[in-house]
């Protein structure tokens, strides 16, 4: 039978045992896809029926698993990618064939850049009209190839099980990712004899992955010579990645910062692996990350880079990147070694495994006691922090609302563990910069693909996986356009979440380019001050709404949003469309160039 006894840092187990789901009745390939989705734990899915699909809707309610019906279905991609984000556990989709499937390409190939572990499930076609231009055809696996870490087109139903089993196991070992099966409806179909299966036999198969063996354990004498570098290093930085949280590895990187108390950069995709409140955090680098933690990794002398894959938002312009810098690079994908910054010791590994073994490997050389001094370091580093911290003008009387200040009143009046959600702009910057992320799986966002509307289908999948967590989705009108059609599932599935819709009335990240950089000949960006009105559609979508424009009714309108849990809340804040995200590495530039806030621009050596 089945086993998930590898190592798989996305570990999950059935919710019940696999001779349970066993019947001496017929079954069909309907019947043995939704009982081969229990066999792997799947407690809640996301998706729309359609009419290749449509056999297995029948079996799935008499099923456990609990049914998300959305409104769109990129929302039901979203929502899974939101699921897997918050839990650790792959989430899933199922749609229907055509448009369907094309409809949730766009969450393939965000989960795909961010390694978010998903199986996606998508009607097909009969199997002998596959080619034929038949209705609602579409090459679904040709399309996904670029997508996904990989696909099926399944062409018997008696190999449902394992290749279900099979796509599980590719997207949550290694370097996790989407899986997309793809099944033509006429094994399905319980009226058809194609659909036949011998579950006992089926479910007695092994898996077949001829050369996919993904390797966790880091080879010892890279380790060794790793952790030689780091105690030798005299301006170090630890360069974190998403792969920490992938590799569930935030405990581990804890420890060994402490032990060699080197300072922390976290990017985009690993907020909250390391505590922004621990004295060695340096927040996030990057295009918009903070001074020090931009500048930390440009004056280093090494940099030991975990789970992160050295993005062109993190190094702006590459041969100007940390040019004194010897590397370190620790990933579980050997694509990803020496792919962008040669390295000088390349590790292939599950992160959380090569940490603990570099942690013993420095205990052996001598733990804390051995580490290089770097009073000098630890005294400029903390010089930059004094210096640039992040800082924004407040509101003048009379003018519209400063973003920044709605984040950290936000931040301020939640628990620390709230699991926030956001979407791809300015907002989602001033997201990362001003909330304090002390807690690994609370921060889920669009980093590789920026895909604008990820934030609420995102938060529903969140909340669907963690019903007991408070879940806010911090989205800009931009985005909030794009998918708020979801927050009509959220009230009907009764899976409430709150949302901080931040309008300025623009898209507002290319409104701050076209202003800087195209001297302010500001194309096709400013959406409308009149329209939507967001507190009459909210209302119309089931919320609860409200629009805050001053300061003062900033606070009282979080509090109140946080008291109503029994439905959906949007509380609208309108923002100063003027308003730019600082610090900023323009394009093209180094990040020796970086440019701060405008009142800090003198402080400038």
Not at 129 to 157: P, Y
Not at 223 to 245: K, N, S, T, W
Not at 274 to 302: I, K, W
């Amino acid at each position: 039978m089945f086993s998930t006894d590898s190592f798989c840092p996305f570990a999950y187990s059935a919710t019940r045992p696999w001779n349970q789901l066993m019947t001496s009745k017929p079954i069909n390939g309907g019947e043995a896809l939704v009982r081969s989705l229990e066999l792997e734990g799947v407690d809640v899915m996301f998706g729309l029926p359609g009419g290749a699909i449509l056999p297995v809707y029948d079996p799935i309610i008499d099923s456990s698993i609990r049914h998300v019906l959305v409104r769109h279905e990129q929302g039901a991609g979203h929502m899974a990618q939101g699921y897997a984000h918050a839990t650790g556990r792959p989430g899933v989709a199922m749609v229907t064939s055509g448009p369907a499937a094309t409809n949730i390409v766009t969450p393939l190939l965000d989960a795909h850049m961010d390694s978010v572990p998903m199986v996606c499930i998508t009607g097909q076609v009969p199997y002998a009209a596959i080619g034929t231009d038949a209705f609602q055809e579409a090459d679904t696996t040709g399309i996904t190839m670029a997508a996904t870490k990989h696909n099926f087109l399944v062409s018997e139903a008696q190999d449902i099980p394992r290749i279900i089993h099979e796509a599980f196991h590719i997207a949550t070992t290694g370097r996790p990712g989407p899986v997309l099966v793809d099944i033509p409806k006429d094994i399905v179909d319980p009226t058809n004899p194609r659909s036949a299966i011998d579950w006992y036999e089926a479910t007695d198969a092994d898996m077949d992955l001829p050369g996919y063996n993904p390797v966790s354990e880091g080879d010892p004498a890279l380790i060794r010579e790793a952790v030689e570098l780091i105690r030798d290093a005299e301006r170090p930085v630890l360069y974190v990645g998403g792969g920490i949280l992938k590799a569930r590895a935030a405990e581990a990187l804890r420890a060994f910062a402490e032990m060699t108390q080197i300072p922390v950069v976290t990017t985009l995709m690993a907020r909250g692996a390391f505590p922004d409140r621990h004295e060695l955090c340096l927040g996030m680098p990057g295009m918009h990350g903070n001074y020090t933690a931009v500048t930390a990794m440009q004056e280093s002398d090494l940099l030991v880079s975990l789970g992160a894959r050295f993005d062109d938002r993190v190094t702006g312009k590459l041969d100007g990147f940390a040019p004194t810098a010897k590397i370190v690079h620790v990933d579980i994908d050997p694509a990803e070694l020496g792919k962008v910054r040669q390295y000088n010791v390349g590790i292939q590994g599950d992160c959380r495994v090569v940490i603990e073994g570099m942690l013993e490997a420095m205990s052996e050389l001598g733990g804390a006691g051995v580490q290089t001094d770097r009073t000098a370091w630890r005294s400029t580093v903390s010089g930059w922090q004094e210096k640039f911290p992040m800082t924004y003008e407040q509101s003048e009387p009379g003018d519209k609302l400063k973003p920044q200040f709605c984040i950290e009143q936000l931040r301020d009046l939640n628990p620390a563990d709230t699991i926030v959600c956001s979407g791809v702009g300015q907002h989602q910057m001033y997201a990362s910069q001003y909330w304090k992320f002390d807690h690994p799986y609370t921060w889920i966002n669009s980093g590789g693909l920026g895909t604008m509307g990820f934030s609420i289908p995102a938060a529903i999948g969140a909340k669907a996986g963690m019903p007991d967590s408070r879940v806010w989705a911090i989205d800009g009108d931009g985005c909030f356009q794009m998918t708020a059609q979801e927050l009509v599932t959220a009230t009907v599935e009764d899976i409430p979440i709150k949302v901080a819709l931040l309008n300025n009335s623009y898209l507002g990240m290319v409104r701050q380019w076209q202003e800087m950089f195209y001297d302010e000949r500001f194309s096709e960006v400013h959406l409308s001050d009149r329209v939507p009105d967001f507190v009459k559609w909210s209302e119309a979508m089931g919320c609860e709404a409200i629009r805050v424009e001053s300061p003062e009714e900033v606070a009282p309108a979080i509090e109140r949003a946080n008291e109503i849990n029994d439905r959906s809340v949007v509380v609208e804040f309108v923002t100063d469309a003027r308003e730019n995200v600082f610090p900023m590495v323009a394009a093209g530039k180094t990040n020796s160039e970086v440019l701060v806030h405008p009142s800090q621009q003198d402080l400038l050596s």
